[in-house]
T-cell receptor
Framework: DGGITQSPKYLFRKEGQNVTLSCEQN?????MYWYRQDPGQGLRLIYY???????QKGDIAEGYSVSREKKESFPLTVTSAQKNPTAFYLC????????????FGPGTRLTVT | AQKITQTQPGMFVQEKEAVTLDCTYD???????LFWYKQPSSGEMIFLIY??????QNATEGRYSLNFQKARKSANLVISASQLGDSAMYFC?????????????FGKGTRLHILP
């Protein structure tokens, strides 16, 4: 089945460590996105990529980094520079046929202590 | 200023009743899109419905309809004949300048509780 996978579902890290969240899609979508969601809040855009080897900062990119070496993959690294990394992270993608519709992965809940 | 405003943090509705979730938006771009997503307790985001700013008719998808009032800048979601499985967070979102900028802005959400 086509879709977006994010792993792991739950991730625990010590403060000061970098951590990479994976996002893979087999929908043949060009665009991919990373969002952060805090309790009681909507989604805030971290980074997005409309094409391989290109990406743009979203509204809250500080302390995060991404790469887009393959169409299917858009990993997000939460660096030690991110002051409040504990959150729920959602990856999404969209295709050219329905660019207004974003398909979301199941999310990764990151806890940093 | 918030671009997407959802004024109802939470709602309780009796099963089988219709539900209206409010959403107002702010944009100066004539070309934009409006969305609604459902987020169950599992955390996944489920796309429900889309309305383009130039669409002449209100969007409908099964039990979901979008009451689009352009002059008032509102895009309320209407769920007819609510079901227990409709209990979830609902997010209104907007995408400006379709094709040029691929960003979607989300509201803070409304938590809907359907009562048996």
């Amino acid at each position: 089945d086509g879709g977006i996978t994010q792993s792991p579902k739950y991730l625990f890290r010590k403060e000061g460590q970098n951590v990479t969240l994976s996002c893979e899609q087999n929908l043949n979508h060009d665009a991919m996105y990373w969002y952060r969601q805090d309790p009681g809040q909507g989604l805030r855009l971290i980074y997005y990529s409309q094409i391989v080897n290109d990406f743009q900062k979203g509204d809250i990119a500080e302390g995060y980094s991404v790469s887009r070496e393959k169409k299917e993959s858009f990993p997000l690294t939460v660096t030690s520079a991110q002051k409040n990394p504990t959150a729920f992270y959602l990856c999404a993608s969209s295709g050219q046929s329905r660019p207004y519709e974003q398909y979301f992965g199941p999310g990764t809940r990151l806890t940093v202590t | 200023a918030q671009k997407i405003t959802q004024t109802q943090p939470g709602m309780f509705v009796q099963e089988k009743e219709a539900v209206t979730l409010d959403c107002t938006y702010d944009t100066s771009d004539p070309s934009y899109g409006l969305f609604w997503y459902k987020q169950p307790s599992s955390g996944e985001m489920i796309f429900l419905i889309y309305q383009g700013s130039y669409d002449q008719q209100n969007a409908t998808e099964g039990r979901y309809s979008l009451n689009f009032q352009k002059a008032r800048k509102s895009a309320n979601l209407v769920i007819s004949a609510s079901q227990l499985g409709d209990s979830a967070m609902y997010f209104c979102a907007m995408r400006e300048a379709l094709g040029r900028d691929d960003k979607i802005i989300f509201g803070k959400g409304t938590r809907l509780h359907i009562l048996p």
